[in-house]
């Protein structure tokens, strides 16, 4: 029964009005892509998204972001908190927290605020710690005080120049060892 008078009339939505908060988030509306569902792009949501299917590209997210177990995410990702059950390869940037569950996997760079990476997840990246990371740049070296750079190629013995070395994308170096 209606505590309603009759013929009152309900109140609708005006454009000037935000959409409701949910009870249980307190946040405005999420998304949920299934196993089946692919994503090709960049979405920006005001709240939570969870992925299960295919995503390439970018998800920026004022909410938390959810990586399902039989997701495959090859996007940079950014939200509150991001929790990874699934694959992830490419950046990631959590304002709270990131957690790379036992089945997981993350390749790629993250700058986070806390990391939690259990036993059996699968990690392969660099990790920046801080406070609320606001986007995914990394911060340049900081030049020692007074000093000039010097140039690259005079840095390097005239034997080495003509001969330059593999580089690796975890930063060490490969081929013949220095002299």
């Known amino acids: 029964m209606s505590t309603r008078a009759p ?3 309900v109140p609708g939505k005006t454009a000037d009005q935000p959409p409701p908060e949910t009870p249980t988030t307190g946040r405005r509306g999420g998304i949920t892509l299934g196993p089946r569902d692919r994503l090709i792009g960049e979405l920006h949501i005001d709240g939570d998204v969870r992925l299960g299917g295919t995503v390439q590209g970018e998800i920026h997210a004022t909410g938390d972001v959810e990586v399902d177990d039989e997701a495959k995410v090859n996007a940079s990702l950014a ?6 059950r699934g694959s992830v390869s490419g950046p990631v940037i959590a304002r709270k927290r990131l957690v790379v569950a036992r089945s997981g996997s993350l390749i790629g760079d993250v700058r986070v605020a806390r990391l939690v990476i ?8 660099n990790v920046s710690m801080g406070p609320q990371p606001d986007a995914f740049t990394p911060a340049p ?3 020692p005080a007074g000093a000039a750079p010097e140039p690259v190629a005079a840095a390097q013995a005239p034997d080495m120049a003509a001969e330059p070395q593999p580089t690796r994308t975890d930063g060490k170096a490969k081929g013949k060892p220095k002299r």
Do not use: H, K
């Open 7 to 9: 013929g009152a009339r």
């Open 79 to 84: 939200g509150g908190d991001i929790n990874i």
């Open 118 to 125: 259990q036993d059996g997840a699968t990690f392969s990246g």
């Open 141 to 143: 070296e900081p030049a």
